[in-house]
């Protein structure tokens, strides 16, 4: 059974710092790997997603993630943070590139520091 | 564009009262799927349908819940008999229909449960 860990349940980083959000997933096969956030009371958006091709995503925001499988690593970068992107982040992994359910991981809670 | 659409925001129930959150899909897409989120977790897969089948259930709990997406009209996740653990955000998403591959989930903004 494919699983998501995501490592840290709280970040705290200062506005205008870089921020790395880790993910690890456990699949047999090549995942579909993607990353959602979710402001409070929201539903979730879409950052970005790996299906195959360049290891490096560009996304939403201004934010990317690497795909490593050596690491089985999916983890989630954006270069300066800014207040607005205090919110709950989500990865989340699939089988079927998202024709099928989405298993996720337990979330990051980002908060940002003025 | 309208997105996926989700009624009522927020439910109240009581005990053994029945509940029931529908979800619009974006329009033209025809797979929906169900999850669930409890408090302080990631959201669960619980159901994947498209119109008028039920495609995977292994998420769904084996006795109160059941959802249907009819052929025409919302798709609906019915909960009979709530419980308090049943307290919960409900979120539904839509994909396209193509059957492709490389799709995307697209969320609704959940409805919150709260069981008295």
């Known amino acids: 059974a494919q699983s998501v860990t995501q490592p840290d349940i709280h970040i705290t980083v200062s506005e205008g710092a870089s921020l790395e959000l880790r993910c690890n997933y456990s699949y047999g096969a090549t995942p579909y790997l993607f990353w959602y956030v979710q402001s409070p009371g929201q539903g979730l958006q879409l950052l970005l997603k790996y299906f195959s091709g360049d290891t490096l995503v560009q996304g939403i925001k201004g934010f990317e993630a690497e795909f490593k499988r050596s690491q089985s690593s999916f983890n989630l970068r954006k270069p300066s943070v800014h207040w607005s992107d205090a919110a709950e982040y989500f990865c989340a992994v699939s089988s079927g590139g998202g024709a099928d359910g989405l298993t996720f991981g337990k979330g990051t809670h980002l908060i940002i520091q003025p | 564009n309208a997105g996926v659409m989700q009624n009522p925001r927020h439910l109240v129930r009581r005990r053994g009262q029945e509940a029931r959150l529908r979800c619009s899909p974006v329009k033209g897409h025809s797979h929906v799927y169900w999850y669930r989120q409890l408090p302080e977790e990631g959201l669960k897969f619980m159901v994947y349908?498209?119109?008028?089948?039920?495609?995977?259930e292994s998420g769904m709990p084996k006795e109160r819940f059941s959802a249907e997406f009819p052929k025409e009209g919302p798709s609906i996740l019915r909960i009979q008999q709530v419980v308090r653990g049943d307290s919960a955000a409900y979120f539904c998403?839509?994909?396209?229909?193509?059957?492709?591959?490389?799709?995307?989930?697209?969320f609704g903004p959940g409805t919150r449960l709260l069981v008295l």
């Open positions: 998403a839509s994909s396209p229909s193509e059957g492709l591959v490389q799709e995307t989930q697209y």
């Open positions: 349908l498209q119109k008028e089948n039920i495609i995977d």
